[in-house]
């Protein structure tokens, strides 16, 4: 089992930034990649950024250029730097770990900006 707690999320004005983490604890062996993802108020889930134990990096095309996941292996903590925040990007964000046989969730993080 592994366990994901997240925090940094709250009300910020456009153009603001948030610094959104994610702390891991548990079976964190058995993590291949870790990813944040986000839902919006009446819409599906959405991906926004992944990386993996190997240091690969992806980004959805709606937030590039403007987020950036990182993470710090001794803190067993992931990171999400938003930056020239925007209405469209109030959702709650979710942290994942992608394991080598299910993936597990965090509780999720409410990230509001304002016009």
């Known amino acids: 089992q592994v366990q994901l707690v997240e925090s940094g999320g709250g009300l910020v004005q456009a153009g603001g930034s948030l610094r959104l983490s994610c702390a891991a604890s548990g079976s964190i062996f058995s993590i291949n990649a870790m990813a944040w993802y986000r839902q919006a108020p009446g819409k599906q889930r959405e991906f926004i950024a992944v990386i993996a134990t190997g240091g690969s990096i992806n980004y959805a095309d709606s937030v590039k250029g403007r987020f950036t996941i990182s993470r710090d292996n001794a803190k067993n903590t992931v990171y999400l730097q938003t930056n020239s925040l925007e209405p469209e990007d109030t959702a709650v964000y979710y942290c994942?770990?992608?394991?080598?046989?299910?993936?597990?969730w965090g509780q999720g993080t409410q990230v509001t900006v304002s016009s």
């Open positions: 994942v770990a992608l394991g080598k046989t299910q993936n597990y």
